[in-house]
């Protein structure tokens, strides 16, 4: 298998043009020289049009210019052709890859009738996208798929040291088996309800007061200072609090600058930093360093971390021969915060947005809340199982509004590797759309329309075995934050219905912007009456 192209083998048929037009320019220099210099320039203008148009048709193959060595040296060995849009030299689709990527790319794949797979390229990269159950099973599942490309920002800010991005191995698999152990087992979950409980109860008095003060509450804020107060204490106990303006400010830095658009991570030019974000990113991470590293010192030279259950504490009272280095505990930290705090926010503010679109499905949920507590009565975890409804909701939610509807991070092919027969070379980057297929009229009734009732019908799993809804990805890489960020979803939207009625405060807009995960465009603001 011949190596993913470079920059310089899509220069070399332009080279080879140049050098031609030059021969041709000196070889004929006694007749040019007799004639005019117009003449002259308008032979050169030609020439180099014609010879340039020859060298656009080379790389304008199916999946665009960075598969153009894949179809000169496979396509006869191929049982199954490669189907991709040939999009724009050297840029490939990458204009397409803006705030609404996955919309853009799940149209392309249709339009191309590729959607178990389509190639494309980004700049210099290869990439295959998977718009279908059975080839994102494939690539999900498979263990040639168990890498992921890292931007260069994702790499400063310490994230290859950390659980997302490390290359699947034995630091990677002790990394994952220490979180699932004390950071998302089933024991420990259940001990954070104290604190999920504060924390909702704190978010529902701001809520009450914004709406006294400002007659209209706008949710985005409340439930971005929630989960990262809900996420900080479970991961350094009340002692990361003090610092938690400070943190909070790094987890925003830190989302802005991973979303940016990056030319340097499409090109093989990492030496340059167009946009300054290299630069802003090394600064981050020395910032988070410095004031995680603090914290975890804090914490060594304390009354002692035995007995505690926080996850710093946990770390820290590991034997000997697994506990990690300073380093990798402030990458694993770190990240933990990164990736708990958006990812429910986010969530919780699209399911609370639907809730104000559609009254007739809010005041459901409610009376089933009421019917099993009663109106006055304490919701806990415990109730979640016996609300199945109020679970449908949030499913519904995930389907149309998939957080990840690429599933955020990608998978990158470590081997050559068939997916749909197709052979995708090593180093080929594999993304499934996840969006594309929740919205996909073979897979769901009446695609667009909101109807929690469906999952009432049948029971979708949404944890990674059931590809036609998988918003956590799946396989060796799902997400590991799942149970946990969907306990702090369902508790906290029960209370926040069974505590309010929930109005819109203007026409609710349900416009999506694709960062590094899929947000409301235009903050919710809503009216809350107290019940
Ligand atoms: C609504 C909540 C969440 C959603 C929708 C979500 C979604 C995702 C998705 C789509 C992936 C990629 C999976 C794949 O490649 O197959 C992922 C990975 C990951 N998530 Fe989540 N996530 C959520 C909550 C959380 C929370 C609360 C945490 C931690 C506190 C977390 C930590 C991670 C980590 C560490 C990975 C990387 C796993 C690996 O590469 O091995 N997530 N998440």
């Known amino acids: 298998m011949k190596p993913p192209p470079t920059l310089l083998s899509f220069q070399i048929p332009t080279l080879l043009c140049l050098v031609l037009v030059l021969l041709l320019v000196t070889t004929f220099e006694s007749t040019l020289s007799s004639c005019s210099w117009p003449l002259i320039s308008t032979l050169f203008i030609i020439l180099s049009t014609f010879l340039f148009s020859i060298s656009l048709n080379y790389w304008l193959v199916p999946g665009g210019f960075a598969w153009r060595n894949y179809h000169h040296y496979h396509n006869e060995k191929q049982t199954t052709k490669l189907i991709g849009p040939k999009g724009f030299p050297i840029l490939g689709s990458l204009p397409h890859m803006g705030s609404h990527a996955h919309t853009k790319l799940s149209n392309m794949a249709t339009s191309l009738n590729a959607r178990r797979l389509m190639a494309l390229s980004l700049g210099a990269t290869p990439v295959v996208i998977s718009s279908h159950p059975e080839t994102a099973r494939e690539i999900l599942y498979g263990s040639s798929f168990s890498d992921r490309p890292i931007k260069e920002s994702a790499k400063i800010l310490m994230f290859e040291r950390a ?34 409980q504060r924390v909702a109860d704190e978010m529902m008095m701001r809520m009450c007061k914004e709406m006294e003060e400002k007659g209209v509450v706008e949710v985005r804020g409340i439930l971005q200072e929630g989960s990262l107060r809900n996420i900080l204490e479970s991961v350094f106990g009340t002692n990361g609090l003090d610092q938690r303006e400070e943190l909070g400010n790094m987890v925003k830095e830190g989302y802005e600058l991973i979303s940016k658009f990056n030319l340097e991570d499409y090109f093989p030019l990492k030496f340059l930093d167009f946009h300054g974000v290299k630069r802003r990113c090394h600064k981050l991470a020395a910032k988070v360093t410095r004031l995680v590293g603090q914290i975890v010192e804090e914490r060594k030279r304390g009354e002692g971390f035995e007995g505690k259950s926080d996850f710093l504490s946990t770390l820290l009272s590991l034997p000997k021969e697994e506990r990690l280095g300073d380093s990798d505990m402030v990458a694993i930290l770190w990240e933990m915060i990164f990736r708990g705090t958006d990812t429910v926010s986010i969530l919780l503010e699209w399911i609370m947005a639907r809730m104000v679109l559609h009254q007739d499905i809010q005041i459901k949920a409610r009376q089933e809340i009421d019917t099993l507590i009663g109106q006055n009565g304490h919701l806990q975890d415990s109730d979640i199982p016996n609300l199945p409804y109020l679970q449908a909701i949030v499913k519904e939610v995930l389907r149309l509004h998939p957080p990840g509807p690429l599933l955020s991070w990608a998978r990158l092919a470590n081997q050559d590797v068939h997916v749909d027969k197709v052979l995708v070379p090593a180093g080929t980057t594999a993304m499934v759309n996840m969006w594309a297929i929740s919205h996909d009229p073979s897979f769901w009734d009446d695609p667009w329309a909101f109807k929690p009732e469906r999952f009432l019908k049948e029971d979708v799993s949404i944890m990674g075995s059931d590809l036609r809804l998988a918003p956590f990805g799946a396989g060796r890489r799902v997400c590991p934050g799942r149970a946990l960020g969907l306990t702090t979803v369902h508790l906290w939207l029960a209370l926040l219905l069974h505590h309010f009625k929930w109005f819109p405060a203007q026409r609710v807009n349900l416009s999506e912007s694709l960062r590094l995960s899929l947000e409301m465009k235009s903050p919710l603001r809503c009216l809350v009456v107290r019940r």
């Open 163 to 196: 659980i997302g991005f490390a290359p699947s191995g034995t630091y990677w698999r002790h990394l994952r088996r220490i979180a699932s152990l004390h950071m998302f087992s089933p024991r420990r979950i259940q001990g954070l309800e104290g604190l999920r």
